[in-house]
């Protein structure tokens, strides 16, 4: 099967980075995974992989391209993946081959060390990957894959510590940027987070012998396990039997949660700090009408991330909300195009505006954020031919006028419309009769922060929006990646 390409509507939104999941202590463990691994799915859509072990027929693999419904489902495909121990991954490629995925990226990665097997998934970003790369090559290690997850099957291969687990933590002391990471064993799953817990990692209890780590709570839900909690930043559990050992293997740093995550990355049933990710996008609304209020008749949601944010617009502004577009619930979320002619429909494909409601009114759309503003600019002109009288943007994040370099796939900054113009050259690029962005204040605010945002010790990861990356891009600034100057 092809890879899949990207649709219109999706090239202007930063990418999930990925999702993983692995589950040990039950039958038929990869099957767990896939259950997982489905409910992970916004995470990643390209492809996605599951290996599993078996003490009989020891550690095998499989790897596709495309959604899990339609390839880890098959009884010819989870037949060969016998076991009671087994951990998966989706993708979308952030490092590596972009476009045209190439079988040999998909994760997760498989070693043969002295002491056993050794699988790993990786979700985030290794700022440092270039350099690591060079170095290993240098030394006689041979890549497989173009992704930068590989560089710690090869630091491994390179440690002198006699267990599996004491490797993985010597090469992730060698790595810089953002990881969450669930690897296993012949006996063992393994779950690490990167010491500013950049990406999120969650540990469940399935009956009374069984364990789970998944990116997210919902992957939790989908196999009725019950949510333990979520693995600290800096933190890293090793699962044998019914037996939790926990170390710390890192030196200890302030955590920097992305802050994405509580915009767009999570699905919105899932918990993240203890709260509720759609409580907090319903709220991140309701900061958005006090700070940016605007005469209207009707509050829109583009569909479907800016749903909980509209919702929370109009409860607190008490102007009605309504559904003035429609998503084609069964494109997904890519598109093989097979035309010219139906390519240039763009973002028609997904979204159609409900004709009958707009017409004559006054609109305020309500969206997760603007990357490139080609997609505002095309829904725009849907909701205006539709004959609404005004249309006004509401955004739920701060302007994106900064790479990710941390497991996000995001343009480079001259591509991004924040970093070129003001908020005013922005509404009038977008052609509408106003555009406001909720200020990272408020969106503190509405992730429970209640005085904001401190300068001096911020709680989250919000590189994307103030340029402030609490791990350097080191390999980005060798390129010629130009910092943003101490303020």
Known sequence: MAPFRSHPFD????????????VVGVADASNFVALGLHALQHRGQEAGGIVAYHPDQGFNSARRFGYVRDNFTKPDVMDTLPGSLAIGHVRYSTAGSKGATAIRDVQPFFGE?????CAIAHNGNLTNAAALRRELIERGSIFQSSSDSECIIHLMARSIQKTLAERIKDALRRVEGAFSVVAMTRTKLI?????????????????????ALSSETCGLDIIGADFVREIEPGEMVVIEGNKVETTRPFTPAKSRFCIFENVYFSRPDSIIGGRSVYETRRQIGVELAREAPVDADLVCPVPDSGTPAAIGYSQESGIPYAMGIIRNQYMGRTFIEPTDHIRNMGVRLKLNVNR???KGKRVILVDDSVVRGTTSRKIKDMILEAGAAEVHFRIASPPTAWP?????????????LAATMSE????????????????????????????GRDPAAPKFCD????GDYPVAPSDKIEEGFQMKAAE
């Open 11 to 22: 090239d202007d939104k930063l990418k999930e980075e990925c999702g993983i999941f692995g």
């Open 113 to 117: 060390f002295s002491m056993g097997g």
């Open 191 to 211: 779950g690490v987070r990167d010491p500013l817990g950049v990406r999120p990692l969650v540990l469940g209890r399935i009956g009374d012998s069984g364990w």
């Open 356 to 358: 009958a409601l707009i």
């Open 404 to 416: 990710c370099f941390y497991g996000v796939d995001t343009p480079e900054r001259s591509k991004l």
């Open 424 to 451: 005013d050259e922005m509404r009038d690029w977008i052609g509408v009769d106003s555009l406001k962005f909720i200020s990272l204040d408020g969106l503190y605010r509405a992730a429970g922060e209640a005085q």
């Open 463 to 466: 590189a994307c929006f103030s």
